[in-house]
Each structure stands twice: as structure tokens, then as C-alpha cells.
């Protein structure tokens, strides 16, 4: 939930506003006011509640810029909204504007249009994997260079399982799920330490937030995923996030703060096609190009060099990982990471410490297949 302060003159739109804000379950008005407060009374509102949205009514438009400049001085994160009665652009300081008519959809897209605009802080060691099409290995990928994080390089770490409806990891590494993610979106706005402790799963040294794969309610709202990671962010080294294929409303909120977005294909033609379709619609969700990753999966000697399936998606490769059947069969098995000593574990140790920013070589860096790999024009 955000909590609000609604400063709405006409008292009929303002009790619109607050049984909107009721039911969109994205809201709590802490206060609402017919008038604009003294400069003295806005502070002590503002230092009281330090409330994420404010809404402001447009009537007096220049006093309402006058006020909206005052919230920013004292709190700069908060997103205001003006309720104006013509349609208009956001003016000066204004996150975004709600006019009629006052529906629920109206105001729930006027929220997320502030708060994308008021806090739009990408974390940096958030990282996102999606697979080109099922089966890709983006789960395997993701798991292990948490594993890797967390073991190998002592970082803390964080996975959480996107992928509500077939997410595997709890049968992957047998964790059974302290409780279920959907759960914890629920009531992310309000979680602390001790709910998250008990929220969490442990295994490989990671902190896991796992699916239960409900048969009934199996969504998600954007707005827990955002509080999920405003509480998460300091707390973690790392937070790799498992998404499916197809990036859903809810899943934009992770791709669109996550420091780095990798699309996991393999070289065969069905993944490599889908992998520029996945490529196109974060571009086209408004991904920053800049952060989007490739990373070729299973790939052996006689599948196209990375420089061709860069050149194909229109992306240049990041990372290839060798294929090696025998070596993630035997994780699997195990309920475990993939040996750091085969091809495989090394090129993936090698992205893990990117990811840490251990940007160095790894004690013992490969000679195999990547070494190789770098050689080539």
C-alpha cells in the first residue's frame, strides 16, 4: 500500500478519490483536507506521515505549483498527483493528473504513472533472467550464479521466484517453501525483519522467495513487487529474480529496476527467434537498452560463433555458457550447483564475479572453451 494525503477542495471528488484509493487496494489516505495547509502545517503532515503519494487539487493552479514545490523540499520521493477537472499535462512538479472522470482505471494508472516517475531508482545489483522460450535453461542459469554468489564469493543473496505458475525451485534444490511469494506481495508495504525471516527459504547459502504454484489465485500486483524490492535492496549484495518467458504487468516492475535484464536462449533456431521477440518487448516496455544482456546456453563448438547470434538479435552476446549435460544432470541429482571445476562451473563462476563487480580474473581462470571463444575474429 502507498500511503496518501489528499488535499481536494470540491468535497464530492474527494470522496471519490478515497473510495478509489479503497478499492484499488493500492492506497491508504492518511488525511484528507478541503484547503491548502500553512507552510508550518504541511511540514508537520509531511514529517508525521512522510507519505508516497499527495494529491493536489488543480483549482488554483499556481498555488497548487507553489505547494507541490514545498512537498518536493521536504520530501523528494513523494509522487504528487493533481486532480484537475479539464485534462491537462503534469504541471511543473507534478508526477502526473487525474481527471474525469474518476474511475478506478483512471486512477490506478495515474498511481503507477506518478510513483515510475517519482522513484525510478534502478538497483544495480538487481539482475533479471528470462528464458527465450521454455526449457532455455534461464532457472538453471540463475540458480547457480546465485549459488555462486552466495559460496564462492561470500556474497548475500537473494532469488526470487517470478515464474508463479511452474517455478521449480523448490523442487529443484528439495526446499519446501517457508511460505508462498504471493503471500509476502501481499503485504510487502508493511513486512519487517522478523515476517521476512519467516518468509524466506535457505539453501546454498541464498535466501530463497519461492512459488507454491496456487491452483486458485495466481497473480501478482505491480506495487508488491515494488515495496518487495525497496525493503529488499539494502539488505542484499545481490537479488537475482527467475522470470517466465513472457513478462507480465507485474514482472515490468522488476525488469524496469533491475540493473542488468538477461534473455537466456540456446542457438537452436526456435530459441534464437524467440529471443529477439523477448529483446523487442522489454525494448518496447521501456527496458533501457543499455541493460539488457544475451546469454547464449548449452553452447558447443559447432553452433553459431556469439559474434552471428549477436548480429541475428541485434544484441551482443554477454556471456556463453558451455553445454555440458553431464555436469548440471549430476547438480540436479544432488540438489546442488554445478561443479566450479567442469567448463561449465568456470564460465559461470567467470559471470558471477561480473556480477559481484569482481571484475578480475578468477583464481584458476579457464584456458577451455572460453578461452577459446576469445580467441576467434
Not at 508526477?95 to 517519482?118: G, M, N, W, Y
Not at 524466506?200 to 501478482?220: I, K, M, Y
Not at 546469454?295 to 556469439?306: E, S
Amino acid at each position: 500500500m502507498f500511503g496518501a494525503l489528499l488535499f481536494i477542495e470540491d468535497p464530492v471528488a474527494c470522496e471519490v478519490v478515497e473510495q478509489l484509493a479503497v478499492e484499488s487496494r493500492q492506497v491508504t489516505v492518511y488525511k484528507s483536507f478541503n484547503r491548502f495547509p500553512s507552510s508550518y502545517e504541511l511540514a508537520r503532515l509531511l514529517n508525521t506521515h512522510s507519505p508516497e503519494l499527495v494529491f493536489l487539487d488543480l483549482a488554483d493552479e499556481s498555488a497548487a505549483i507553489a505547494m507541490a514545490s514545498e512537498i518536493a523540499g521536504h520530501s523528494g520521493d513523494a509522487a504528487i498527483i493533481g486532480l484537475s477537472a479539464r485534462g491537462a499535462s503534469p504541471p511543473s512538479g507534478f508526477s502526473a493528473v487525474l481527471s474525469p472522470p474518476l474511475d478506478l482505471e483512471r486512477f490506478q494508472r495515474s498511481i503507477r504513472q506518478a510513483i515510475s516517475q517519482a522513484r525510478s531508482r534502478v538497483y544495480e545489483h538487481l539482475f533479471a533472467f528470462l528464458p527465450s522460450k521454455a526449457g532455455a535453461g534461464a532457472t538453471t542459469v540463475a540458480l547457480n550464479l546465485s549459488g555462486c554468489l552466495a559460496e564462492a564469493l561470500g556474497k548475500r543473496v537473494l532469488m526470487i521466484e517470478g515464474d508463479i505458475h511452474s517455478g521449480v525451485i523448490s523442487e529443484l534444490l528439495q526446499v519446501e517453501p517457508a511460505a508462498s511469494i504471493l503471500d509476502l506481495l501481499d503485504k510487502a508495504s508493511t513486512v519487517d525483519a522478523l515476517e521476512w525471516r519467516s518468509s524466506v527459504a535457505h539453501a546454498l547459502g541464498v535466501d530463497l522467495l519461492l512459488t507454491n504454484r496456487p491452483l486458485e489465485r495466481a497473480w501478482a500486483d505491480w506495487s508488491g513487487y515494488h515495496h518487495l524490492l525497496q525493503f529488499a535492496a539494502p539488505r542484499y549484495d545481490a537479488i537475482l529474480a527467475d522470470l517466465p518467458e513472457v513478462v507480465n504487468d507485474a514482472m515490468l516492475e522488476v525488469v524496469r529496476r533491475a540493473g542488468a535484464v538477461f534473455v537466456v536462449t540456446t542457438a537452436e533456431l526456435p530459441s534464437l527467434a524467440l529471443a529477439r521477440h523477448r529483446l523487442r518487448a522489454l525494448r518496447h516496455h521501456g527496458v533501457d537498452p543499455g541493460r539488457i544482456r544475451v546469454i547464449v546456453n548449452r553452447w558447443h563448438r559447432n553452433d553459431p560463433k556469439p559474434e552471428q547470434v549477436g548480429e541475428l538479435l541485434e544484441q551482443p552476446v554477454a556471456s556463453v555458457l558451455p553445454n555440458d549435460y553431464r555436469a548440471v544432470s549430476k547438480a540436479t541429482r544432488e540438489s546442488g550447483l554445478v561443479d566450479r571445476n567442469t567448463e561449465l562451473g568456470k564460465a559461470i563462476l567467470s559471470l558471477a564475479r561480473k556480477l559481484g563487480g569482481l571484475d578480475g580474473p578468477a583464481p584458476e581462470p579457464s584456458r577451455g572453451l572460453l578461452g577459446r571463444l576469445r580467441g576467434r575474429g
